[in-house]
């Protein structure tokens, strides 16, 4: 039952972080997440600030904090979350992830955000965009 829930948030991460990464403004969804998981007051978040695990492992540290949002580095991801995302837990600033989590949940999100730029096409009427020159 614990590997189900940690899929659940796991996957549920994958699309916050997509969303960030598609410019889909994503603060409301983390924002419902963070309720719904929750009940921990807010941690204070600055940049330089280390980000704990469940278990109080370190995760990531605090890349900067600008409206509402958090850019976070785990060492090999970097990503871009909501602060309700975090609690205040018992050494600081807390995720529900560890970094182990967190990094394959940001990859998968990265790649899902990859494979569907090279997908988009320009919007009918919009016009083509050639190389300089071309036609």
Do not use: C, R, W
Request: aromatic share 2%; no cysteine.
């Amino acid at each position: 039952m614990m590997k189900l829930e940690l899929d659940m948030k796991i996957s549920k991460l994958a699309a916050i972080t997509l969303a960030a990464f598609a410019s889909v403004p994503a603060t409301s969804v983390i924002a419902q997440e963070a309720a719904a998981t929750a009940e921990a007051p807010a941690p204070e978040l600055a940049a330089g600030q280390t980000i704990y695990g469940p278990s109080g492992e370190e995760v990531a540290t605090v890349v900067s904090v600008a409206d509402g949002n958090v850019v976070i580095n785990t060492g090999t991801q970097q990503a871009t979350l909501a602060a309700t995302s975090f609690t205040a837990g018992e050494k600081g600033a807390t995720i529900a992830f560890s970094k182990d989590q967190l990094n394959a949940a940001i990859e998968n999100a990265n790649k899902q955000a990859s494979a569907n730029h090279e997908g988009h096409q320009p919007a009918t009427g919009a016009p083509a965009t050639t190389p300089e020159g071309g036609q």
